[in-house]
């Protein structure tokens, strides 16, 4: 089984609410759940809509064709009812296209009944209950946690009356539920709680927005310090301050408020001061389009900071992902005083999906400070020369012999300005001996499909979805697809690149941007030929789908 | 415990007010008792902003316009550390202006010292945001054609609790503002009066000294509206001294976790702390 259901309106018109208790019933009833979610950039007023969709297998992306519409107004019919299997059905007011063979339920009038106009949403939610055969128990539950008070009432009649009215098509059986749902932001915010992250500040900036705002609901109780500051350029700026001191600091921004941290990751790289940055791309070029996606940064963000210096990027692929991989980021950091970028993208931040919960004794946390016996007599050289590259790093204040001096000049083993050839050949050498030893410890790309692939797919961060099921069903259709998607690219991994690609017969990026940048850095890195380059960047996510009909277009 | 703080050749020029301005640094900082290992001084870029090589504190030597949020996330780290964000007039009221603005708004425990020379010195000579209108510079050929900024009415509308004015050239008074501001609890704004012997020949030695004067004994400084005529106050006469002071509450006491925790650097880190989180996402 696999069905989808879009739930379609104007901005403030309560799509969300629909869309999250119809998340939480289906998943509790131990279904997997996937859900896409598309804005307008606005509060007010638009055309907004959500796909739901579960099935009882795992499920990575959203189709194109759907089962249900529940339509909040006339528009949505009209926008979305080519996407409708022909088994599919539209769930509407009565008022609404009378003349159509839709599925029709009174909900404003039993709204009117009840007393409330803004409680269609949840009668159209109980009507869902009643017609796919979910349970009304966990349906009730779900309503219970998202409301108080007077609300609550309201929406629980609401729920009753839309399962009274409603028509039963379907039973889902009950089945059991492990997992957890989230989106990309909640797991990557998770991630950084658990490694220890004490201090978080920015700019809001979507969608990089509820990374902050996760971490902020849960500052009291973790003591943590989320702080809404004047700009990104002071972002930045307070998290290497804060780091220096010697706690786990963070920031993230989109796009713009990433350009504007820019001068000061080109400082974490100088002073070698450990620092986690997220960037969670919208399109650009400026404000571009605020509230949809692209993976249009990575060059950008490759190359963040004027000078050369050490740092890494990591390309987040889904939730789970996105919360191991930041716990790993803070551990690189510190191991290699530099600063690491998690990419993200919007698409990953806001989808959501059923996930295995996480294992928090995976989690490690690795300081790698200096003990005192580590650090030499006399002045302290926060930038002494190693074999590595990595000098013995101290917290000020911890050892009362030792002061710590961090410079943004060129500067020798003490920290001290110093302008000599020698000094500045050695000090360079030094920063990129640990790019160096960094880029033997990258992860290589997940691998999806057969092993050794005629047509191999290459892509990065959240594209691993839609990827992992086209290359699936392709395979369902011909054994011959395999792909391999990105999620450490800075230092860029080329072994299992070239070891599998060298045997392929066609090699097909796949990208959310315009000029293919992933392609780009092959070419720049590895002597394989990109037969073929699969493009979009219209803002919209692409799905499973999009990917298969593309690679039959080529 | 040993607060003697050692010093280092500078590069300064001869004659430039940053050193009479270490000099009482040093003299403040030992007075304090404050050890070198939990003092921490931090700058932009600029000439003032070159301290943290000449005076063996632990120092943060970032970059231009940015000395404040590096200090504010160094203090939120670790309340134990004394904070003393320092660098020039362009650096904090030019480049870092948003900055300045904001850290006032948050009043957290830092003392600010702002080396204000009216001119830009490492960069030879351009117009600074205290330059006075129509100074001939190297840049503003036909003078410069804005109004200069007024720092300390600014930090006092921006609701700083502590704002003060020195002179490079009257050490002991300097020392005696800069003990007073690092004891301060909350943010503290020292605006200090340097000559830039090379860059600027108006504002010079003499030109401060004949113009500033001390506060009088019987000043209030808990008078809002007399600190403001005074920050004002800026012609034949330009007042010294403390201008304003008052208790503020401290940005960190309002976190429960800072205020009588203790500091975040000395928090042990458990992963398995966040485990309960997951609840919300089932």
């Known amino acids: 089984m696999d069905y989808t259901i879009l739930i379609g309106g104007a901005a403030g018109q309560g799509i969300e609410t629909v869309v999250h208790l119809l998340e939480r019933t289906i998943k509790r009833s131990g279904y997997n759940v996937f859900t896409y979610k598309n804005y307008m950039s606005m509060v007010r007023g638009g055309h907004n809509f959500m796909q739901v969709r579960f099935s009882d297998r795992p499920i990575t992306t959203y189709k194109n064709k759907v089962d249900m519409i529940f339509a909040l107004t006339e528009e949505s019919v009209d926008i979305h009812k080519s996407n409708l299997k022909e088994s599919g059905t539209i769930l509407v007011d009565s008022d609404m296209f009378p003349e159509e063979d839709y599925y029709h339920l009174p909900l404003n009038r039993t709204a009117k009944e009840i007393g409330n106009s803004k409680i269609v949403p949840t009668i159209g939610f109980g009507a869902i209950v009643k017609y796919y055969g979910l349970d009304m128990e966990i349906a009730e539950k779900a309503v219970n946690e998202m409301f108080k008070g007077k609300v609550l009432d309201l929406n629980l009649k609401g729920l009753s009356s839309g399962y009274e009215v409603g028509e039963n098509k379907l039973s889902l059986e009950l089945r059991n539920d492990e997992n957890i749902i989230l989106n990309g932001n909640q797991a990557l915010a998770l991630g950084a709680i658990s490694a220890g992250v004490k201090y978080y500040c920015g700019y809001p900036m979507t969608p990089s927005t509820s990374v902050m705002s996760y971490i902020s609901s849960k500052a009291s109780e973790m003591g943590i310090l989320v702080d809404q500051i004047e700009d990104e350029v002071g972002a930045l700026n307070m998290v290497l301050g804060a780091s220096y001191a010697g706690v786990r600091a963070m920031t993230g921004s989109s796009g713009g408020g990433f350009a504007l941290m820019t001068e000061a990751m080109s400082l974490a790289g100088i002073t070698e001061i450990p620092a986690v940055i997220v960037n969670a791309q919208r399109p650009g070029p400026a404000t571009g389009l605020s509230t949809r996606t692209e993976q249009g940064d990575l060059r950008f963000v490759i190359h963040s900071g004027h000078g050369e210096f050490p740092k890494m990027v990591i390309s987040l692929r889904n939730p789970e992902d996105a919360f191991y991989q930041t716990t790993r980021a803070f551990n690189l950091a510190e191991k290699y005083q530099m600063p690491v970028i998690l990419l993200t993208e919007e698409y990953l931040t806001d989808y959501m999906i059923t996930t295995k919960p996480f294992d928090f004794d995976r989690v490690k946390i690795q300081r790698h400070l200096a003990e005192r016996a580590e650090v030499e007599e006399g002045r302290y050289k926060r930038y002494k020369y190693t074999e590595d590259g990595i000098s013995p790093r101290i917290n000020p204040g911890k050892f009362e012999d030792k002061i710590v001096l961090v410079d943004s000049h060129e500067h020798n083993e003490f920290g001290n300005i110093d302008e000599s050839i020698e000094t500045r050949n050695k000090m360079m050498d030094k920063r990129m001996k640990k790019f160096e030893l960094l880029s033997e410890e990258v992860q290589e790309p997940w691998q999806i499909g057969v092993d050794n692939p005629e047509v191999l797919f290459v892509a ?59 392609e780009s850095l092959i070419n720049e890195k590895t002597k394989l030929e990109i037969n073929n380059r699969i493009l979009k960047y219209d803002g919209r996510p692409l799905n499973g789908d999009f990917i298969k009909e593309a690679y039959k277009k080529l | 415990m040993n607060c003697e703080y050692e010093l280092y050749d500078p590069s300064w020029c001869p004659g430039c007010g940053n050193y009479m301005i270490r000099t009482a640094l040093k003299q403040a900082l030992e007075e304090l008792n404050i050890p070198p290992h939990k003092a921490v001084v931090v700058t932009g870029i600029g000439q003032a902003a070159k301290m943290p090589h000449y005076i063996n504190a632990n120092g943060f030597n970032g970059l231009h316009g940015r000395a404040l949020p590096p200090a504010i996330g160094i203090k939120l780290s670790n309340k134990d550390l004394t904070v003393i964000a320092e660098s020039g007039d362009g650096d904090t009221y030019g480049e870092g202006g948003n900055h300045f603005i904001h850290t006032i708004r948050r009043n957290i425990n830092i003392a600010h010292f702002v080396h204000d020379n009216q001119i830009y010195g ?16 190297t840049l503003q050929y036909e003078g410069v054609k804005i109004e200069p900024i007024k720092p300390l009415a600014l930090s006092l509308t921006m609701g700083a609790g502590f704002v003060a004015r020195g002179f490079s050239g009257d050490i002991p008074h300097l020392v005696e503002l800069m003990k007073e501001a690092i004891t301060y609890k909350g943010y503290a704004h020292l605006d200090i009066f340097q000559p830039c012997v090379v860059w600027n020949k108006v504002n010079t030695y003499q030109w401060y000294k004949d113009r500033v004067y001390k506060l009088e004994d019987d000043y209030d400084y808990t008078d809002f509206n007399a600190a403001y005529n005074k920050a004002l106050e800026f012609g034949d006469k330009i007042p010294t001294g403390i201008l304003y002071k008052v208790e503020r509450e401290t940005y960190e006491d309002r976190f429960e976790f800072i205020k009588n925790g203790q500091p975040l650097v000395d928090v042990e880190l458990n992963p398995k702390d966040a485990q309960k989180l997951m609840k919300d996402f089932y």
């Open chain 1, 460 to 518: 990065f961060g959240a594209t691993y979805g839609a990827l992992k099921e086209a290359v699936d069903e392709l395979n369902d259709e011909n054994q011959r697809f395999g792909a391999l998607v990105y999620g450490d690219i800075w230092p860029f991994p080329t072994k299992l690149l070239n070891q599998i690609g060298s045997q392929a017969k066609m090699i097909i990026t796949v990208e959310q941007n315009r000029t293919g940048q992933l």
């Open chain 2, 122 to 137: 490492l960069t030879k000579g351009q117009g600074s945001p205290t330059t006075a209108m129509g100074q001939i510079t």
